[in-house]
């Protein structure tokens, strides 16, 4: 596998020759790096290439690695949150998946003891916690729109990847990441309150974050919350 070296930092890589215009060079989720070249460009230029990006390479496999380092672990005794609120976890051996909340701890009762079974009944309860508390939140923050949103909005709730929340004004439909039960009501405030905005403005102009800003005056606090997750 061809490199570089970079202040000290071998930066690897893997390369394949295409019908491709440009050079081209990927960062992928776990940090790999792939790179395309033409089949008329030489193997100098496409170091060269490289080399001129490693610095965004090399800060991208921090944030990779800074995210992993944010994951839960799902071990015993590990924090977990609900609604803000910690939780300490313990793990059992169960022939039915489900969870229990005692206190400050939650159970997780197994079938599985696998990362991905802990992550999924995680994720069981903040959806189940989603459905009973954000159509409240939802019905709570309407009245600030009752200019611009004739009838309640059809509300969705759906794990989602890459999005706190969206909102399609046209169909009066507001979706939100059951992720955000894990954070306390004023985090889930604000992006019920966003989405409602884009019933003003189907944008992210200046118009559309003052009307942000007209309801809800400290939604930068509560974005930088987000935004460093």
């Known amino acids: 596998m061809p490199s570089v070296l970079y202040h000290n930092e071998i930066i690897e890589y893997s390369f394949s020759r295409k019908q491709v215009k440009n050079i081209n060079l990927r960062i ?24 001129s990006n490693a610095a965004k390479i090399l800060s991208a496999r921090r944030s990779i690695l800074a995210n992993e380092n944010k994951k839960i672990r799902f071990e015993n005794g590990d924090p977990v949150c609900i609604l803000g609120r910690t939780y300490f976890l313990t793990v059992f051996s169960a022939e039915k998946d489900h969870y229990t909340i005692d206190g400050n701890n939650i159970l997780f009762y197994l079938s599985d003891l696998s990362y991905e079974r802990k992550a999924a009944i995680y994720d069981r309860a903040l959806s189940d916690v989603a459905k009973r508390v954000f159509p409240q939140i939802v019905k709570d923050c309407l009245p600030l729109f009752s200019q611009q949103i004739s009838a309640p909005p059809l509300l969705k709730i759906r794990k989602m990847k890459s999005q706190w929340g969206n909102c399609r004004a046209q169909k009066n439909i507001v979706t939100l990441n059951s992720r955000l039960a894990a954070y306390n009501r004023e ?14 403005r189907q944008d992210h102009s200046k118009a559309f974050y003052a009307a942000l800003s007209s309801v809800l005056p400290n939604w930068k606090e509560y974005d930088a919350v987000l935004k460093n997750k």
């Open 28 to 51: 992928r989720a776990d940090g790999s790096v792939s790179v395309s070249a033409p089949r008329s460009v030489p193997f100098s230029a496409v170091e060269n290439f490289v080399l």
């Open 187 to 200: 985090i889930i405030r604000f992006v019920v309150c966003h989405e409602l905005c884009h019933f003003i």
